[in-house]
Structure formats: structure tokens, C-alpha cells
């Protein structure tokens, strides 16, 4: 089966599903286990990222004259 074939046929299945709840969650918690689901590390509460922007502020403050002055300080990190 090609790409756009199994795609039809997931969709025909789930349409086949999606007035039952129970297999819906089934459906769910197999995608999940097949996919490898992982806790997005990246993603953080209102208030921690809140919390970085205050801290952020406090820090002290740089400006540039020029793309190259950016370059220059980033390359000496």
C-alpha cells in the first residue's frame, strides 16, 4: 500500500470508531504506545516562563551596532 492508500484506509477505520468512546480511547493509547509518545521537554508553566522573563530583566543588558558586533560576541561564548 502506498502512503495515500494506508492514510485512507486510518481514516476509514477511525470513522468506523469515532462514534465509540472506549474504542476511541483504545485508538489513542495504541498510537501513543506506537509512536513513542514523550513529555515535550521544551514545554513550560505561565509561571516558570514568567519566572525566566524576570530574571531575564534583571540581567544586564547589551546592544549592537551591527550584525557583525552580534556575530562577534555569540562567536566568543
Given at each position: 500500500?502506498?502512503?495515500?492508500?494506508?492514510?485512507?484506509?486510518?481514516?476509514?477505520?477511525?470513522a468506523?470508531?469515532?462514534?465509540?468512546e472506549?474504542m476511541?480511547?483504545?485508538a489513542?493509547?495504541?498510537l501513543?504506545r506506537?509512536?513513542g509518545?514523550?513529555?515535550d521537554?521544551t514545554l513550560?508553566?505561565?509561571?516558570?516562563?514568567?519566572?525566566r522573563?524576570?530574571?531575564a530583566?534583571?540581567?544586564?543588558?547589551?546592544s549592537?551596532g551591527s550584525?557583525?558586533?552580534i556575530?562577534?560576541?555569540?562567536?566568543?561564548?
Amino acid at each position: 500500500m502506498t502512503t495515500l492508500e494506508l492514510n485512507e484506509e486510518l481514516f476509514r477505520q477511525l470513522a468506523v470508531i469515532s462514534t465509540d468512546e472506549g474504542m476511541m480511547r483504545k485508538a489513542i493509547k495504541a498510537l501513543k504506545r506506537i509512536t513513542g509518545t514523550k513529555e515535550d521537554k521544551t514545554l513550560m508553566s505561565r509561571e516558570d516562563f514568567m519566572a525566566r522573563i524576570e530574571h531575564a530583566a534583571q540581567g544586564k543588558a547589551k546592544s549592537f551596532g551591527s550584525v557583525e558586533d552580534i556575530d562577534k560576541y555569540v562567536r566568543s561564548l
